[in-house]
């Protein structure tokens, strides 16, 4: 190919063969002159870019590694975390579940004892009754004492041998859960209206549980409603709402229930199953733990 060019050289330009020579190198050094420059740019760019997306790689994994050490130490705080936290919600002794009572407070082994009591024939009349349990100390009965559904204390029965005036003294206290309208007229301040409305409010709530609930009947004052809680017996007893199989309908014509709570308890029972407990219904999103305290003596897993 050089022999080539040269010899055209010499032809066309009729150099001799030295000056054509040089001439190929003249060429020669031209051309190296010009492309070897743009060479070397074009091969620092790409060492350039080439570092640059090293840089963005390292950078990367360095995220990918913080972002896995922080997870790493979170799931080491969580492991170190208590499993049980203790709660504070109504519950019956007679009826709670083994979860209820440990959420409660109570060590494992007290709540079992718990419960075989219960399935020995053994039954809670008094809140009190709760410390004959071994394992449940009275600090613990005295810090959940509001929480627990049973009376204080027993009324006790009246001798047929009384005098009058015991007579007409145990006349006036009475069951609020078992009271008619013309009963609660006996309080001083409720007439008519105010009596009617409170039978109301109670047969639909399925009874009372607490004297706290007076408050939520309309009209009533403050000093009405402490002579009527002094006078009303408060035993707990209330009709229960299966959260198992009762229909939607049934669950929200209860007041401390709405359509919307009603739907999502009905949705939940069908993902999870037949529920054990009345606390199983706790992880509902809509279920804020003061509702969930109010509606739980209504709410029962079983027929």
Same mark, same amino acid.
């Given at each position: 190919?050089?022999?080539?060019?040269?010899?055209?050289?010499?032809d066309?330009?009729?150099f001799?063969?030295?000056?054509?020579?040089?001439?190929?190198?003249?060429?020669?050094?031209?051309?190296?002159?010009?492309?070897?420059?743009?060479?070397?740019?074009?091969?620092?760019?790409?060492?350039?870019?080439?570092?640059? $997306?090293?840089?963005?790689?390292?950078?990367?994994?360095?995220?990918? =590694?913080?972002?896995?050490?922080?997870?790493?130490?979170?799931?080491?705080?969580?492991?170190?975390?208590?499993?049980?936290?203790?709660?504070?919600?109504?519950?019956?002794?007679?009826?709670?579940?083994?979860?209820?009572?440990?959420?409660?407070?109570f060590?494992?082994?007290?709540?079992?004892?718990?419960?075989?009591?219960?399935?020995?024939?053994?039954?809670?009349?008094?809140?009190?009754?709760?410390?004959?349990?071994?394992?449940?100390?009275?600090?613990?009965?005295?810090?959940?004492?509001?929480?627990?559904?049973?009376?204080?204390?027993?009324?006790?029965?009246? !001798?047929?041998?009384?005098? $009058?005036?015991?007579v007409?003294?145990?006349?006036?206290r009475?069951?609020?859960?078992?009271?008619?309208? $013309?009963? =609660?007229?006996?309080?001083?301040?409720?007439?008519?209206?105010?009596s009617?409305?409170?039978?109301?409010?109670?047969?639909?709530?399925?009874?009372?549980?607490?004297?706290?609930?007076?408050?939520?009947?309309?009209? =009533?004052?403050?000093?009405?409603?402490?002579?009527? !809680?002094?006078?009303?017996?408060?035993?707990?007893?209330?009709?229960?709402?299966?959260?198992n199989?009762?229909?939607?309908?049934?669950l929200?014509?209860?007041?401390?229930?709405?359509?919307?709570?009603?739907?999502?308890?009905?949705?939940?029972?069908?993902?999870?199953?037949h =529920?054990?407990?009345?606390?199983?219904?706790?992880?509902?999103?809509?279920?804020s733990?003061?509702?969930?305290?109010?509606?739980?003596?209504?709410?029962?897993?079983?027929?």
């Amino acid at each position: 190919m050089i022999r080539f060019i040269r010899q055209w050289i010499i032809d066309t330009l009729g150099f001799s063969k030295s000056e054509a020579n040089g001439t190929l190198v003249l060429i020669l050094v031209t051309f190296l002159a010009a492309v070897l420059p743009k060479i070397y740019l074009i091969e620092s760019r790409s060492d350039k870019e080439s570092f640059t $997306a090293d840089q963005e790689s390292l950078r990367q994994w360095g995220e990918e =590694l913080e972002s896995f050490l922080e997870l790493k130490e979170s799931k080491s705080l969580e492991d170190t975390s208590p499993i049980v936290k203790l709660k504070s919600f109504p519950f019956d002794p007679n009826t709670a579940s083994l979860q209820d009572l440990i959420s409660l407070g109570f060590s494992e082994k007290a709540s079992t004892n718990l419960i075989n009591y219960r399935e020995h024939g053994g039954s809670f009349k008094v809140k009190s009754d709760l410390s004959k349990i071994y394992g449940i100390s009275e600090e613990r009965v005295q810090a959940l004492w509001s929480k627990i559904q049973l009376p204080e204390v027993i009324a006790p029965k009246e !001798s047929k041998m009384v005098s $009058a005036e015991k007579v007409t003294e145990s006349k006036k206290r009475f069951d609020i859960n078992r009271a008619t309208a $013309a009963d =609660l007229q006996a309080v001083r301040g409720i007439g008519p209206v105010l009596s009617e409305r409170i039978v109301s409010f109670r047969d639909k709530l399925g009874g009372f549980h607490s004297s706290d609930q007076l408050r939520e009947v309309y009209g =009533l004052d403050p000093e009405v409603i402490g002579k009527l !809680s002094d006078l009303a017996i408060f035993t707990g007893e209330v009709k229960k709402i299966n959260i198992n199989t009762d229909s939607l309908k049934h669950l929200y014509t209860h007041p401390y229930i709405d359509y919307n709570l009603a739907r999502a308890i009905v949705s939940f029972r069908k993902q999870k199953g037949h =529920l054990d407990s009345v606390s199983q219904i706790k992880p509902i999103k809509i279920l804020s733990d003061s509702l969930y305290q109010k509606i739980y003596p209504y709410l029962s897993p079983n027929p």
